[in-house]
């Protein structure tokens, strides 16, 4: 009899373990916790896919609130969410009530797009120009603090484009992907200032407030990552 209840505990125990064997299953509600995320975030579905993932292993759900740059690091930080989708690494640095989550999710060139007459060729040399960055868009800014850029910043990747295309900027800060688009539309006009370019590695912050569940989270994406479900590259265009 003993053995036979232990027999049945154990089943139980590697059911709940079991993917299959979810909160829809038991009929039990999941809470839900609530990350914010950048006008563009809608494009990185390896985020999305990951932590919907992730969370339903712990029986949450996930929900993303789209929100300016810089509203949605202060909705996070002050903790009115439940944390950032995605930023760069070292924001925790410049706002410490967000806790980053070690495993990166997504993966960008970022890259330099100029004007074809832009003459530099290193960060230092485009002292001499007016750069434009996207204002809450934290790599960019760390990058125009350090070697004292003159920039000029703006809430929204589009007007960014357009102060360029108005040459109110001589280069500004984008993937890869939408400045080749730019380049090619555009022929003699600009360029990619390839000796810039950089992978940029993206992370999942958590407010504080939910400090014990980072844990269980990192040990979720980590399984993810040792068994190639997190794609760094599933951007949309």
């Known amino acids: 009899m003993h053995r036979a209840a232990l027999s049945t505990l154990t ?76 930023r760069v690494e070292g924001l925790d640095f410049q706002f410490p009530d967000l806790i980053r989550v070690p495993v990166a999710l997504c993966a960008v060139e970022s890259v330099v797009l100029a004007k074809a007459n832009v003459k530099a060729t290193t960060f230092d040399q485009l002292f001499h120009y007016q750069i434009g960055i996207t204002s809450g868009f934290v790599d960019q800014e760390r990058l125009a603090k350090q070697y004292s850029l003159n920039v000029t910043k703006v809430h929204q990747n589009e007007i960014l484009v357009k102060a360029l295309f108005k040459n109110r900027v001589d280069a500004i800060f984008l993937t890869i992907k939408e400045a080749q688009k730019i380049v090619n539309d555009n022929a003699g006009k600009y360029k990619i200032i390839a000796s810039l370019n950089r ?21 979720q994406l980590q399984i993810m990552e040792q068994t190639k479900q997190i794609n760094l590259k599933n951007i949309l265009n």
């Open 11 to 86: 089943l139980i125990l590697i059911l709940w373990h079991d993917s299959a064997f979810t909160a829809e299953a038991l009929n039990i509600k999941r809470p839900s916790l609530v990350f914010t995320q950048t006008t563009l975030g809608h494009k990185f579905r390896c985020a999305h896919e990951a932590l919907t993932k992730a969370y339903r292993q712990l029986n949450y759900n996930v929900k993303f609130q789209t929100l300016p740059n810089k509203r949605a690091l202060k909705e996070a930080s002050n903790g009115n969410t439940d944390g950032e989708m995605l």
């Open 199 to 219: 992978d940029v590695y993206l992370y999942h912050y958590l407010h504080n407030k939910h400090a014990s569940l980072v844990p269980a989270i990192t040990e």
